[in-house]
């Protein structure tokens, strides 16, 4: 449990199977945003079905973690860290974030990131945290960069917002 300010209390704790519905109801409103994401609405069409089998994945893999973020028994955001099965690549991984809209600008981002960082510290197999992020996502790069995260290069525009509109793909990591 974390004190945002005394009248805000965010429970953090590693995602269950339970947790799916939520997890993808949150997934669906950020994506319907079309702000930050390379996913548009009309790609996105995961079911719940699909969600679970997602979520039992990355609970079973070592490497892998889900985090949930929850405010009076609502869960109103996640941290996904997410591997490749390749052996040389093994050591690193990404995240990703979603945050209900409403919860935004409430240091809820930085719990999920502290948090997940914490786990990787203790996970003898993660070396390093790697994220991709609009280069338009100004308030996510700055948390990022207070956290640690470094800038290791730059996919100029690399996502197609519309016909003459185009964001750089920055990339970032920390070492652990």
Not at 12 to 25: C, M, N, P, Y
Not at 111 to 131: F, M
């Amino acid at each position: 449990m974390f004190d945002i300010n005394e009248d805000i209390i965010v429970k953090i704790r590693t995602g269950q199977l339970e947790d799916a519905k939520s997890v993808l109801e949150i997934q669906k409103n950020v994506v319907s945003e079309e702000k930050y994401l390379i996913t548009v609405t009309e790609e996105f069409n995961k079911t719940p079905d699909q969600q679970r089998e997602w979520i039992q994945k990355i609970l079973e893999n070592e490497r892998e973690t889900l985090i949930i973020a929850e405010m009076n028994g609502e869960i109103v955001g996640w941290i996904v860290f997410f591997v490749q099965n390749r052996k040389r690549l093994s050591h690193v991984g990404s995240l990703g974030m979603m945050i209900s809209e409403d919860y935004r600008g409430m240091g809820i981002g930085k719990l999920l990131v502290k948090e997940l960082l914490d786990w990787a510290k203790t996970n003898r197999l993660i070396e390093k945290v790697s994220l991709g992020v609009f280069s338009t996502n100004q308030r996510a790069i700055s948390m990022y960069k207070r956290m640690g995260f470094v800038e290791e290069g730059r996919k100029v525009n690399e996502i197609k917002i519309n016909e003459n509109e185009y964001v750089d793909d920055i990339q970032m990591y920390k070492l652990i």
